[in-house]
């Protein structure tokens, strides 16, 4: 196991050499398959070989441990020049500050700071090996997807911009390796160089076109996420200087037997740390700045890298932050987030801007789960995640794929989608179905999610959470509707060519696969890698979900295909009559024209309603930011307080 584990780790990081010195298109695009196939083959063996030997936690290290840890220490000032170098080269110089303490601080502690004794540096437990597989098939399949999409990017629609793809997709194995490395890790030096290196990667991928915006947004994704590596760099001092412990486990159980005020410090940092990397309030405007990125980038760090960090780090502590204040600071920022991102999302309609949006609030609810610690809420965060890795990356697939092909990812240019483009809308409403619809992922975690909630022991958190459900669910529904009421609806276009490549297609549609073999493995999965995944870290615990509801909810899965399978089939060759449409004058015959009572000839136009003007960006962004801000920095400020 060690061995895979090895390869799984350093195989990314050689292997984006090849793109990066490969110029030919199409021997490029073999290698970048090739190497994508692999790390597909070597994660899901290396996650069927742990499972079968029976999902026991492995503590071990690499080989030559030694070696790996001058190279991390090289890594770490290597990363940190770098930012330093970029950040005068681009005239933010103060940015460099934040990468030049944390570094230093890590360094110093290392070299100079006291003996710490030497223990495993990598584990592989049931969390890892959910996450190996989301990393190494989902990031994968984004990797295949990227060859054709990025072709098309510079061939076809934007001939003005150095085309740079080498670079790119070896990015994207760097973001393979570094998360690899992240999950695996037990040391928290360890992890911290994983860690920057996803923000150092994340920066470069964002600013890829180097516009001014771009260069801009690249900048506040990077400051902003090496605010968490500090939080990581304060928690390493404290567990170096308190406890002569650098081990991620030690401290969750130091703060979990003795839930001193002190012991919460390092918790409270590592928390702060993973609230930056998953995009929430007041940290999410890296997030929605990443845009302006090309779409397998932001697919990418929008399901299996990124945002992925920060939620796996705060699944990691969740039993170290059930009921105090670190835990209630994480919960009322995921819920806040959760229903402040949801309402935003109702009132933009560019495509990529509302999965952007929708990303932030489905991490709030992963978020609110973890602050809560209890067995229900990480079962629901758990498979969240899954399905959310999933969905994500298939929805901003399809709408770079739409962007592509009609020049718009716009929703409301998206009318009539089915009519025009069928199996992009269908994989399109597949990615929707999986995120909102009953019975999937999140009416299911939902459901335990509210249920831990009520069962929490602070009222006032209990109260504000049940609350932030409930009217986040409410707006979800909302902007997940208008957009499915959109593809299916009549349209006055055309068929035009589809002009989205093979690769694209297959990675869309192994996505699809995925997602329905989730939802009908739904009760296998509970049972099979929920249910330890909470022995392991609750200890032994009851099913989550009843038996019984288990049922309810495959009736209303079969229900939701059956129905509409059976209506089709009583239908099928029966003649239907067209009926004209009453409009605001004489429909001239195709339901989309009709003349005035003025004579004037008029085109319908069927819009959705977004409320901008109630809670738009420029209405209630400001103001969400305030308050996550204020009760981050209240709580923090209680936690550190507590310890000194």
Not at 94 to 102: D, K, N, P, R, T
Not at 413 to 439: N, S, W, Y
Not at 461 to 472: A, D, E, K, P, R
Not at 569 to 594: E, H, W
């Amino acid at each position: 196991m060690e061995m895979l584990v090895t390869a799984l780790i350093c195989l990314p990081f050689l292997w984006a050499i090849l793109p990066a010195v490969i110029h030919n298109s199409k021997c490029r695009a073999f290698f970048v398959y090739l190497g994508c196939g692999i790390v597909i083959a070597l994660s899901v063996f290396t996650a069927v070989q742990w499972f079968l030997a029976g999902g026991q936690t492995l503590n071990f290290d690499l080989p030559y441990r030694e070696t790996f840890d001058h190279v991390i220490l090289f890594g770490d000032l290597f990363l940190m020049c770098l930012i330093t170098y970029l950040s005068f080269k681009y005239k933010k110089g103060v940015i460099s500050l934040l990468a030049i303490v944390q570094t230093l601080l890590v360094a110093a502690l290392e070299l100079f700071g006291p003996e710490v004794e030497e223990l495993p540096a990598l584990r592989f437990d049931w969390l890892t090996f959910v996450m190996i597989l989301i990393i190494g098939v989902v990031g994968s399949l984004i990797g295949i997807y990227a060859v054709g999409y990025m072709h098309g990017y510079h061939i076809h629609h934007h001939k003005e911009l150095t085309d740079r793809r080498s670079f790119f997709l070896a990015m994207i194995f760097v973001f393979f390796g570094a998360m690899f490395g992240l999950v695996f890790s037990q040391s928290l030096i360890w992890m911290y160089f994983f860690w920057e290196i996803t923000s150092v990667t994340s920066f470069l991928l964002i600013g890829y076109t180097r516009s001014d915006e771009a260069i801009n947004n690249s900048f506040k994704a990077l400051w902003m996420n090496l605010l968490g590596g500090c939080g990581i760099a304060a928690a390493i001092a404290v567990g170096i200087l308190a406890w002569n412990t650098v081990n991620l486990y030690e401290i969750i159980d130091l703060a979990i037997a003795a839930p001193k005020a002190l012991y919460l410090l390092p918790i409270g940092c590592l928390a702060f740390a993973a609230l930056t990397k998953s995009a929430q309030f007041p940290f999410s405007g890296w997030l929605l700045g990443a845009m302006v990125a090309p779409t397998p980038s932001s697919a990418l760090l929008h399901s299996a890298t990124m945002v992925k960090a920060g939620v796996y780090l705060l699944i990691r502590i969740s039993a170290a932050m059930a009921d105090n204040y670190v835990g209630n600071m994480v919960a009322l920022i995921g819920g806040f987030t959760f229903l402040a991102a949801s309402c935003f999302a109702i009132t933009v309609s560019d495509g990529k801007k509302v999965l952007a949006y929708s990303t932030i609030s489905n991490l709030g609810l992963i978020v609110a789960c973890t602050g809560c610690g209890y067995e229900e809420t990480i079962w629901a965060a758990v498979f969240l995640v899954i399905f959310h890795a999933v969905s994500k990356s298939m929805l901003f697939q399809c709408v770079g794929a739409i962007e592509n092909t009609t020049g718009s990812r716009d929703v409301e240019d998206m009318q009539g989608l089915m009519a025009i483009f069928p199996k992009l809308a269908v994989i399109l409403m597949i990615g929707i179905a999986g995120m909102f619809l009953a019975p999937f992922g999140m009416l299911i975690s939902k459901w335990a999610a509210l249920k831990a909630f009520i069962d929490t022991s602070s009222v006032y958190v209990s109260t504000l959470m049940v609350l932030f459900i409930c009217f986040g669910s409410a707006t979800t529904m909302f902007y997940w509707t208008k957009w499915l009421s959109k593809i299916l609806g009549a349209s006055p276009k055309e068929k035009t060519r589809d002009l989205t490549k093979k690769n694209e297609y297959i990675s869309m549609f192994f996505h699809a696969i995925m997602m329905v073999a989730l939802i009908l493995g739904f009760p296998w999965l509970s049972e099979h890698v929920l249910k330890p995944l909470s022995n392991d870290m609750f200890g032994t615990v009851d099913q989550v979900i009843s038996y019984q509801n288990m049922i309810i909810m495959i009736v209303l899965l079969v229900g939701i295909f059956v129905v509409p399978c059976f209506n089709y089939f009583l239908t099928k060759g029966q003649k239907a009559k067209q009926v004209i449409t009453y409009m605001g004058g004489a429909n001239v015959g195709d339901n989309f024209n009709f003349v005035s009572s003025t004579g004037e000839p008029k085109e319908m136009h069927i819009a959705n309603f977004y409320m901008d003007e109630i809670m738009g960006e420029k209405k209630l962004f400001t103001p969400a930011i305030m308050i996550s801000t204020f009760i981050i920095i209240v709580y923090m400020i209680i936690v550190i307080g507590g310890a000194f």
